[in-house]
């Protein structure tokens, strides 16, 4: 998606930034991994194939993406980007007669990151960014049912079940944007800034010192 290209979102833990082609070789790597493969009902691609990919979600209207990097570790000027890299987020716009209904999908790729509460704030960033940037009145996570961390984690950013499909093997889990959720969605990510992606790589010591 365009309009994300140059954006990017800081959290306490994390730093949100646009797939670009610097990510592709990292990820490449990830998805070579079965576990990760079975979590998102994703099927092998060539490197040239990731190319191709990243490049339909930096251009495609209906999908909208970031890498989630380390903040500490991103911080850090000796680290390049790329090493900063524990996984994604996306929003998909699955409905074109209906822009405000979006799928949201999490992977944190790399498993030292699990369990620590990063998944939770990432999808509360990415959900605060839909609704006030992209009009998003009603999220969907689809879930394989084998993932009970992922279903569990939903649920209690309260996520409810509307759907199980057998063939599939997933559950959708659905959260529709009131106004009382969009208050607390807003109020719990007061402390999230976005700023200007290439900017604020090109002068990361001013963040530092802030």
Not at 2 to 21: A, Q
Not at 40 to 66: G, H, I, N, V
Not at 137 to 164: T, Y
């Amino acid at each position: 998606m365009r309009m994300n290209e140059n954006t990017l979102l800081e959290g306490h833990k994390v730093v949100l930034v646009p797939y670009n082609v610097a990510h592709v070789p990292r990820y490449h790597e990830w998805m070579k991994s079965p576990e990760l493969q079975q979590l998102t009902a994703s099927e092998p691609l060539s490197l040239d194939q990731e190319y191709d990919m990243e490049r339909s979600w930096r251009e495609d209207d209906d999908k909208c993406t970031f890498i989630i990097l380390d903040k500490q570790r991103w911080l850090d000027p000796s680290v390049e980007e790329e090493q900063c890299m524990m996984g994604d987020v996306n929003i998909f716009l699955t409905d074109p007669s209906d822009p405000s209904l979006a799928e949201l999908e999490i992977m944190i790729a790399e498993p030292s990151y699990r369990g620590k509460g990063i998944g939770k704030e990432v999808v509360r960033m990415m959900m605060c960014y839909g609704v006030t940037k992209l009009g998003i009145k009603k999220f969907q996570a689809k879930i394989g049912l084998d993932n009970k961390i992922s279903i569990a984690m939903f649920e209690k950013l309260h996520f409810h079940e509307v759907s199980v499909c057998q063939v599939f093997k997933e559950v959708t889990l659905e959260m529709t944007v009131d106004e009382s959720v969009r208050t607390r969605l807003l109020d719990d990510m007061t402390y999230m800034k976005e700023r200007d992606y290439r900017q604020t790589c090109s002068n990361k010591q001013e963040l530092i010192s802030q």
